[in-house]
């Protein structure tokens, strides 16, 4: 069982970065699917929350209208669109699987916002 986030680096303010979420072995469908990032110095922040299941989807009030969450099911992955970034969104970026009996992390990917 393992997540695999990529499509972190460094970009200008105002620029685009897609970050993406990769599962082996198991599958996306019976899990609710989290984006989370830690900037230095501070606690790690949900970024948004989506389940295939019940179509659920919500984003922190600080991405919202800038940030979009899409999945591909026949590739296992979840995507996080990340437009008009702005340098108080640098951080390290984690996406999590979860159920009421487990949660599973990847490690991360950095993304870095020049102002």
């Known amino acids: 069982v393992q997540l695999a986030e990529s499509g972190g680096g460094l970009v200008q303010a105002g620029g685009s970065l897609r970050l993406s979420c990769a599962a082996s072995?198991?599958?996306?469908?019976?899990?609710?699917v989290a984006w989370f990032r830690q900037a230095p110095g501070k606690e790690r922040e949900g970024v948004s929350y989506?389940?295939?299941?019940?179509?659920?989807?919500y984003y922190a009030d600080s991405v919202k209208g800038r940030f979009t969450v899409s999945s591909d099911r026949a590739r296992n992955t979840v995507y996080l669109q990340m437009n008009s970034l702005k340098p108080e969104d640098t951080a390290v970026y984690y996406c999590?699987?979860?159920?009421?009996?487990?949660?599973?992390w990847g490690p991360g990917t950095q993304v870095t916002v020049s102002s």
């Open positions: 989506f389940t295939h299941r019940n179509g659920s989807l």
């Open positions: 072995g198991f599958t996306f469908d019976d899990y609710a």
């Open positions: 999590s699987a979860q159920t009421v009996l487990t949660t599973y």
